[in-house]
């Protein structure tokens, strides 16, 4: 497994986070779109300043940024539920850094956080951020047509869920 560490987004990321962004268009289109804009970077730090958003950097070795993961929608109350979203760095597509990520944020989501279900919604097309969930341990549990509009577009997506049972179940697995 890669090693990576998280961290919570600071202003101070501004420009290595739009550079990253910037190269990593190819990758993202037509799946999401992460701020590509010094204003869409700082709205998106202060909305995940808010107590029901979290959103956490995946970061490689020396600490360049080699994907995003947010945690948005925080229900509490009977729910205590959030969606997760996420894209990668293009350098670091596919080489694991998401999964070993996706796994130090689920800790967070299930452990500092006492959420009891994370939900992640993915467009059928988009196979490599379903083979991350489903790697990861998330069951399919519908799918949902026109759920989200991106890009101006009401898109298909698949629901992909995890429950802290499952994933106290995946942790004694992997212990």
């Given at each position: 497994?890669?090693?990576?560490?998280?961290?919570?987004?600071?202003?101070?990321?501004e420009i290595p986070f739009l550079?990253?962004?910037?190269?990593?268009?190819?990758?993202?289109?037509?799946?999401?779109?992460?701020?590509?804009?010094?204003?869409?970077?700082?709205?998106?730090?202060?909305?995940?300043?808010?107590?029901?958003?979290?959103?956490?950097?995946?970061?490689?070795?020396?600490?360049?940024?080699?994907?995003?993961?947010?945690?948005?929608?925080?229900?509490?109350?009977h729910f205590q539920s959030a969606?997760?979203?996420?894209?990668?760095?293009?350098?670091?597509?596919?080489?694991?850094?998401?999964?070993?990520?996706?796994?130090?944020?689920?800790?967070?989501?299930?452990?500092?956080?006492?959420?009891?279900?994370?939900?992640?919604?993915?467009?059928?097309?988009?196979?490599?951020?379903?083979?991350?969930?489903?790697?990861?341990?998330?069951?399919?549990?519908?799918?949902?047509?026109?759920y989200l509009k991106i890009n101006?577009?009401?898109?298909?997506?698949?629901?992909?869920?995890?429950?802290?049972?499952?994933?106290?179940?995946?942790?004694?697995?992997?212990?």
């Amino acid at each position: 497994m890669k090693q990576v560490s998280i961290r919570e987004p600071e202003f101070d990321d501004e420009i290595p986070f739009l550079t990253a962004m910037q190269y990593s268009r190819s990758l993202h289109s037509p799946w999401v779109t992460p701020p590509l804009t010094k204003q869409e970077f700082r709205d998106y730090v202060q909305r995940f300043q808010q107590p029901d958003q979290k959103s956490f950097l995946v970061c490689a070795a020396y600490g360049e940024i080699a994907g995003v993961i947010n945690v948005s929608e925080i229900v509490r109350g009977h729910f205590q539920s959030a969606y997760l979203g996420f894209y990668s760095v293009s350098d670091y597509a596919g080489k694991g850094y998401m999964s070993a990520g996706l796994k130090l944020v689920l800790q967070k989501v299930f452990i500092d956080l006492s959420l009891h279900r994370v939900e992640a919604n993915i467009q059928p097309g988009n196979i490599p951020s379903i083979s991350l969930v489903r790697a990861n341990g998330f069951r399919k549990e519908g799918y949902s047509p026109r759920y989200l509009k991106i890009n101006g577009e009401w898109r298909d997506h698949e629901r992909w869920a995890m429950t802290i049972e499952d994933w106290e179940q995946l942790s004694r697995v992997d212990s």
